[in-house]
């Protein structure tokens, strides 16, 4: 029989060693693919989600969920076993955080971006990270419990909101009598209610928690814990990226999973942030606790 003498055969474990990381290097596509022959990664920020993605004192984005963003390149740094990883920020908005994922300029945007079945069709999503509630912040002392007890109550809405439908379909739905003030912004509205012009405003919870923090007298205000809508926030990036994906969605499960992602609600929600030391005092909704319970990248 033949016999390789010992330093041929290292020398052909090498080479096989060698060529199996070449074929693996191969079989990469998509966002990872990109990643390992560039050496870097683009996280796409926020400029102004308070406290989801947004830019701190020193100019440099921070926040809940863009922290979800740093987690990921660290997951996708140890999947390619890169040593080193060039880790990019991209100022993205409403407008253009679609187009820049799907031209290549940022390959994963963690903000305030509802995960939404018309979106899907542009975009794909991680399961999701946080949820959002249209509900109401109402004083602590005025008595509601519910949305139904806004029966025979004024309520506030902003106009061009989601709020004002959904308000009048539940007025409709449960034969309530509400009475309306309209106004053109958040702020008014929350003034109204602070001033007893108005029972409730109604608005997304944890915008609503936003409007409550910036009052002189914020612990004497609630939000329900009711639902009249949800929405669903998870990272955004390129469809049809099946191993991207499933780097992502390892991340965010495992940080659900080890209890990290429940500490950065607490970090971002209930604590005082950056840079003006206000506390949202806002705790996990129902519709957040369930997407922990039970994770999702189901859109709406």
Request: net charge positive; glycine share 6%.
């Amino acid at each position: 029989m033949f016999k390789l003498s010992r330093r041929t055969a290292v020398a052909a474990a090498t080479c096989l060693f060698a060529l199996s990381g070449v074929v693996s290097a191969a079989e990469l596509t998509g966002t990872l693919k990109k990643v390992q022959e560039t050496g870097s990664i683009t996280l796409g920020y926020r400029e102004s989600s308070v406290p989801f993605s947004y830019l701190n004192a020193d100019g440099k984005p921070v926040g809940y969920a863009f922290t979800v963003c740093q987690r990921v390149a660290d997951a996708v740094k140890s999947e390619l076993g890169l040593k080193t990883l060039d880790v990019k920020y991209q100022a993205v908005t409403s407008a253009n955080r679609i187009p820049l994922i799907q031209n290549g300029t940022v390959d994963i945007e963690c903000g305030s971006t509802t995960n939404s079945l018309k979106r899907q069709r542009e975009a794909a999503f991680s399961v999701s990270y946080f949820g959002i509630q249209v509900s109401a912040a109402v004083w602590k002392s005025s008595g509601i419990k519910s949305l139904e007890d806004l029966n025979g109550k004024t309520v506030t809405v902003t106009s061009g909101t989601t709020s004002v439908a959904l308000i009048k379909e539940f007025e409709k739905a449960h034969n309530l009598k509400i009475r309306y003030l309209m106004t053109k912004d958040f702020a008014e509205s929350m003034q109204l209610v602070a001033n007893k012009r108005a029972d409730a405003f109604i608005l997304d919870d944890v915008l609503l928690a936003g409007q409550i923090s910036n009052l002189p007298n914020a612990s004497e205000f609630t939000i329900l814990d009711a639902s009249l809508g949800v929405e669903p926030y998870g990272a955004m990036f390129r469809k049809d990226d099946a191993p991207f994906k499933a780097v992502v969605d390892k991340t965010v499960k495992g940080m659900i999973a080890s209890g990290e992602l429940a500490k950065l609600y607490s970090t971002w929600f209930e604590s005082p942030i950056p840079p003006k030391n206000i506390n949202l005092n806002f705790k996990m909704n129902s519709y957040t606790k369930e997407l922990f319970a039970n994770p999702s990248d189901k859109g709406i």
